[in-house]
T-cell receptor
Framework: DSGVTQTPKHLITATGQRVTLRCSPR?????VYWYQQSLDQGLQFLIQ???????AKGNILERFSAQQFPDLHSELNLSSLELGDSALYFC????????????????FGPGTRLTVL | GENVEQHPSTLSVQEGDSAVIKCTYS??????FPWYKQELGKGPQLIID?????GEKKDQRIAVTLNKTAKHFSLHITETQPEDSAVYFC????????????FGKGITLSVRP
């Protein structure tokens, strides 16, 4: 158990809908990362937050957004869902920022499996 | 941007044998290289990592070697066991506080009992 929790575990919804995925980082971790894992694309970095502020963006679609709250939990919002958004969504956390010794090791949660019908 | 490739895509070994998984990266500025193990239905688990100022790191049956000149790094698993069967991902990250991890596509390791 990495200490990172994600809810829900599974989510089934229809095209055009909007969903929210939730992540609680390990105790003491300030950075939260979101990844999308699909069969053909592997693990793709979406976005990073550090202590409430957005720090890095990857290949995140404009239909997707995220935020990190004062208690450091994070939510990933996916809107106008398409069939191709079906994937596993992982949250990871780390103590701090990249480059800081022992602070940039990322620990992954169990993921949320999103199915768009 | 960084590009990480893993070879081979699948690997099957007999229990007790060694397994070697190789990765190459493209950005010479990358300085952090973690390896993750992902079992079915679970999230990736960090198993070992290495930084660019070190050539080799070992943790029990697992070791990672880094060749900065050739821009490749490898995961070595000795005395493989059936529970080592999983998908293994390598990743690379360049310098900078806002830099990101770029993952390889993953390799499926099967350990035959």
């Amino acid at each position: 158990d990495s200490g990172v929790t994600q809810t829900p575990k599974h989510l089934i919804t229809a095209t055009g809908q909007r969903v929210t995925l939730r992540c609680s980082p390990r105790s003491g971790d300030l950075s939260v990362y979101w990844y999308q894992q699909s069969l053909d694309q592997g693990l793709q970095f979406l976005i990073q937050y550090y202590n409430g502020e957005e720090r890095a963006k990857g290949n995140i679609l404009e239909r997707f957004s995220a935020q990190q709250f004062p208690d450091l939990h994070s939510e990933l919002n996916l809107s106008s869902l398409e069939l191709g958004d079906s994937a596993l969504y992982f949250c990871a956390s780390s103590l701090g920022l990249a480059g800081e010794m022992l602070a940039d090791e990322q620990f992954f949660g169990p993921g949320t499996r999103l199915t768009v019908l | 941007g960084e590009n990480v490739e893993q070879h081979p895509s699948t690997l099957s070994v007999q229990e007790g044998d060694s397994a070697v998984i190789k990765c190459t990266y493209s950005d010479s500025a990358s300085n952090y290289f973690p390896w993750y193990k992902q079992e079915l239905g679970k999230g990736p688990q960090l198993i070992i990592d290495i930084r660019s100022n070190v050539g080799e790191k070992k943790d029990q049956r697992i070791a990672v070697t880094l060749n900065k000149t050739a821009k490749h790094f490898s995961l070595h698993i000795t005395e493989t066991q059936p529970e080592d069967s999983a998908v293994y991902f390598c990743a690379a990250r360049d310098t900078g506080a806002n830099s990101k991890l770029t993952f390889g596509k993953g390799i499926t390791l099967s350990v035959r009992p």
